[in-house]
Structures are given as C-alpha cells and as structure tokens.
C-alpha cells in the first residue's frame, strides 16, 4: 500500500524557474511531512519540513504549502538554479518525526541553464 | 565523522550467500534507523533502534533479515541467504532520538546480489 503519492515523476525547468512537487497522504495520523533532497552517490539530505497546524513554511527559495483537508502537501522552489537539479522525495511520519519515515517514489529535477 | 558513515560503500554477493552492513551513527545520535532504497524508489524504512532495542522493526521483509546495535552505537544489517531480489540501496540514518526529528542520512551500501 502506498501511503505517500509523488508526482510528477520528473521535472523539467528552466533556470530561475518555479519548480512544483506534489504529494499525497491517505494516513492520518502522519503528523510531520518533511522534504528531502538526494544527489546521485549519495543519501538523501533533510531540505525543510512542515507540522499539521500550519499551512505554509518558508525557508530561502523553498516553500512547503500544505492543505490538511486533502491530505496534500507540495513543495515549491523559486528561481530554480541548475544546482537544484537532485530527487526530490516527500515523506511523512507520526511521532512528530521521531518514528519511521515514509517516502514518496521522487521526483527528478532537471533545472535547465 | 562527522555524519552518517556506512561500509562497504559496495557489496557484491552471489545468491544464497550471507552479508553484514554496518553503519556507524552521529556521534551521540540515540536513534538508528535502516531503510531500503530501490532503484528509482524512495527509501523504504527496514527497522528503528531507540538505543540498543529494536522500537519497530516492522518493516523487515522477511525473517532473513536482522539487524543488532550491541552498544546503543554501530548497527549492523545482516542479510540470510540473499536473493537477486535484496538488491539495492542499503540507507541508514540517525538522529538525536527524543530531543530532535531530522534524521541524518548515510550515502548507503549498494548491495548487488548476483
């Protein structure tokens, strides 16, 4: 049972671009929805996350918005940069993040100069 | 170190055999946890150490899978009988346990299971 949906599976921008991930969650006790970045060779590093009570977190270029009635949440980033190019995976846990992970099947950016 | 070290960076293995990851954690780190990553998949989470004891090890495949953190510090993934079917992306991460949520990934065991 896939309990995160990702889409799209990848993603073509141009630089200074937005760049728009979506995910899915069918279970609702996940109480925290974190983003996370992977570069080829490596393991996937935390890039920003969001709790439940809020709609929307910035940080930087990124942004997570979040809709607790459907169960979505999306990342946007801004003025996609060639260096963005990576996977991205949502993922969601309960226990305030202190319990197993569940990820999303990624996202492949591609941020074109 | 300073993050997440796992080793070998590659394990080949041929069916049927037995192998062993290890992962040594953040210094300090509390909490271990062991995921599965897939070519072209997210990671899929394996088991999660909260000290030395397994607090869910809900997400081992199957009982040739098992997994130990002897000291409440190195972990180790051990791998009965492997099949072509094991191979992937071994991930660990750590984190401070209670007192933290970001999870610290290691760059992974690639495990080719000929």
């Known amino acids: 049972q896939q309990q995160v949906k990702q889409s799209p599976q990848s993603l073509i921008v141009q630089k200074g671009g937005i760049s728009i991930i979506n995910c899915a969650y069918e279970?609702?006790?996940?109480?925290?929805f974190p983003w996370y970045q992977q570069f080829p060779g490596k393991g996937p590093a935390l890039l920003i996350a969001?709790?439940?009570?809020?709609s929307e977190k910035k940080e930087g270029r990124f942004t997570i918005s979040f809709n607790k009635s459907a169960k979505q949440f999306s990342l946007h980033i801004m003025d996609s940069q060639p260096g963005d190019s990576a996977t991205y995976f949502c993922?969601?846990?309960?226990?305030?993040?202190?319990?197993?992970?569940?990820f999303g099947s990624g996202t492949r950016l591609q941020v074109q100069p | 170190g300073a993050g997440v070290s796992q080793t070998p960076s590659n394990k080949v293995t041929e069916k049927g055999k037995y192998v062993e990851l290890r992962c040594d954690p953040i210094?300090?780190?509390?909490?271990l946890y062991w995921y599965r990553q897939s070519l072209g998949q997210g990671p899929e989470f394996l088991i999660y150490?909260?000290?030395?004891?397994?607090?869910?090890d809900s997400g081992l495949p199957n009982d040739r899978f098992f997994a130990v953190r002897p000291e409440g510090s190195v972990s180790t993934l051990k791998i009965q009988r492997t099949e072509r079917g094991d191979s992937a992306v071994y991930l660990c991460?750590?984190?401070?346990?209670?007192?933290?949520?970001?999870?610290?990934f290691g760059a992974g065991t690639r495990l080719s299971v000929l």
């Open positions: 991460a750590s984190s401070l346990g209670h007192q933290s949520n970001i999870q610290y």
């Open positions: 279970n609702t006790a996940f109480d925290y």
């Open positions: 969001i709790r439940p009570d809020v």
């Open positions: 993922a969601a846990s309960r226990g305030s993040g202190r319990r197993a992970l569940t």
């Open positions: 210094s300090g780190h509390t909490a």
């Open positions: 150490f909260q000290g030395t004891g397994a607090a869910d």
